[in-house]
């Protein structure tokens, strides 16, 4: 990290690196009180439209929490993406529905962690969410677990670290020294916990750039900050936003807007593109939300020619929010026997809602096509179901 990278405000936040002659870190600058939008009002008036349009097409569809179930499974995906792991809806799903005991492929790993935080997180969103060091850490140590390659999960990082570069003394950016860290996180919770006028989602993105920018952990910094935009939203009474999908398809526009607002101070860049990115994944969950609503118009239609206290019907429902299924798996949510489960299997496979995955095999999972090529998914060889 080159000084003549920083602007002259931030330069004089630099501090020594010990042990490394002539390298700096840079300690983030407390978090603003209060924020101009003078240059983003364009972006802030779309991203709050869309939230609110999101909430309102949610209220009235209901199957909004299966919309939220499949979606916050292709939130994982996206965020694990960023770990170079090359996992997929299908084999996610399949290996969710499987309900195996042991360690899902290496490929699924980490978005099978990203899961768990986040199921971890909407946990205490009940009545508000609020960003602290105890949830940091709780969630870091949740999302990388398994996945860990350096430090102790949900630890702070007791050494130096950089981002960007194959060394230190030609990263892009050096975050705070260890012993800086409780005094930057300190700083976090007072941002949470003072009250602002700020909107919120002007709220989320300080908070995501912020803890970028502190680095608190060895590694899984940016899995732990990509929770906050859809446990703040859901916090605040929305549906969850699920913006890692935004953020990793414009993921180089959104390294280079965080580095512009700690090495220059200039949150107008990462303002503009955060909020670009909330109306993105706002639009995305509603255009989902109504593709699932004529969908279910669609089965309608078919299911018509059932028996009204048919089970099929149940298991239509359940298939919007698992469009990948076993018969145990349908026993086991709708307190039926295997036997009734099977037979509606049967049924919605004779009027294609549903259709085999793995053929004759034991344990054979059943898929929903219609849901799938909605999420924009598709099915992969039997061999992304393997287990480690």
């Known amino acids: 990290m080159k000084l003549s990278d920083l602007s002259a405000d931030r330069r004089r936040s630099v501090v020594d690196v010990e042990g490394r002659p002539g390298v700096v870190a840079l300690v983030p600058a407390p978090l603003p009180r209060q924020v101009s939008v003078a240059n983003v009002l364009l972006p802030l008036e779309q991203a709050i439209s869309a939230l609110a349009m999101l909430r309102l097409t949610a209220d009235g569809f209901p199957l909004a929490r299966s919309a939220e179930f499949v979606l916050g499974r292709s939130e994982a995906i996206a965020s694990a993406h960023f770990a170079h792991e090359d996992c997929d809806l299908v084999s996610l799903l399949a290996y969710e529905a499987s309900e195996e005991e042991e360690l899902p492929a290496a490929k699924l790993r980490q978005a099978v962690n990203c899961i768990k935080a986040l199921q971890f997180g909407m946990g205490q969103t009940s009545g508000g969410f609020a960003v602290t ?222 259709s085999s995955f793995n053929g004759n095999r034991r344990g054979r999972v059943f898929v929903a096509d219609d849901m799938l090529q909605l999420l924009g998914s598709e099915r992969k060889q039997e061999a992304s179901l393997v287990t480690a």
């Open 133 to 354: 060091l105890s949830f940091l850490r709780d969630a870091h140590r949740i999302a990388t677990g398994s996945a860990a390659v350096n430090g102790i999960p949900g630890e702070l990082r007791s050494r130096q670290t950089w981002i960007g570069g194959h060394r230190i003394e030609v990263a892009r950016f050096v975050p705070p020294p260890a012993s800086r860290l409780e005094q930057c996180l300190a700083d976090v919770e007072e941002f949470v916990a003072a009250p602002k006028s700020m909107p919120l989602i002007l709220q989320i993105a300080l908070l995501v750039a912020q803890v970028e920018g502190i680095a608190p952990f060895e590694f899984g910094n940016g899995i732990v900050s990509r929770l906050i935009p859809s446990l703040m939203s859901a916090g605040a009474g929305y549906p969850p936003l699920f913006m890692s999908g935004f953020l990793y398809e414009n993921r180089q526009e959104y390294e280079e807007a965080i580095a512009a607002v700690h090495l220059r101070n200039d949150w107008d860049r990462w303002l503009s593109f955060f909020l670009d990115g909330v109306a993105a994944a706002a639009n995305h969950t509603i255009s989902t939300i109504q593709a699932m609503a004529r969908l279910h118009a669609k089965w309608e239609g078919k299911l018509a020619f059932l028996r009204s206290d048919s089970r099929a019907r149940d298991v239509a429902g359940l298939a919007f929010g698992n469009p990948v299924m076993t018969v145990g798996g349908i026993q086991r949510q709708l307190g039926v026997s295997f036997q009734t489960a099977n037979s509606a299997v049967v049924a919605l496979g004779k009027i294609g809602i549903l």
